[in-house]
């Protein structure tokens, strides 16, 4: 590459142009690594994407998110349904499940009421039994104190006050 350079340097001045002169066109040279031949030119422009490639590509874009688009939203519809008809089982199993618990649970009430019913029943003749044996304490104890105190107290003064 310095080769290059200093011939065209020499050759300006052999022309006649000034050091400065030859010496900046000299420098303007560009090295051999970033010169570029018509072969590599024309290959580079036989690899570049035209127009009609890229209104293919893009047709052929348009194209694929079109069916992707459509299959897309068949998916949705298919999906949407069976989570409708998934929901419609649960709200019925759920529907059968809350039936089922009230009926259980009616029933469980009528259980507990019938044996409250049964339990007041005992309760109350329990304590009916028990008044009754209360009222008979009573009569018993009426009877002697009335009928007997009076010729019990007689006694005890007859004793006491005569000996």
Request: glycine share 4%; hydrophobic share 45%.
């Amino acid at each position: 590459m310095g080769l290059i350079v200093s011939e065209v340097y020499d050759a300006l001045i052999e022309a006649g142009a000034s050091p400065d002169r030859a010496k900046a066109a000299a420098g303007a040279v560009p090295p051999a690594e970033n010169v570029a031949t018509k072969e590599d030119i024309a290959r580079l422009e036989s690899n570049m994407a035209t127009k009609e490639d890229f209104s293919r590509l893009e047709m052929a874009t348009k194209a694929d998110f079109a069916r992707l688009e459509m299959a897309t939203k068949a998916d949705f519809a298919k999906h949407e349904m069976a989570t409708k008809e998934a929901f419609a089982k649960h709200e019925m199993a759920t529907k059968a499940d809350f039936a089922e618990h009230q009926q259980s649970t009616r029933e469980d009430l009528a259980k507990h009421a019938s044996s409250a019913r049964e339990d007041f029943a005992r309760l109350e003749t329990y304590t009916r039994e028990g008044f009754a044996r209360i009222d008979k304490k009573l009569a018993v104890l009426s009877f002697a104190v009335y009928t007997i105190g009076p010729a019990l107290v007689a006694f005890m003064v007859k004793l006491t006050f005569f000996p």
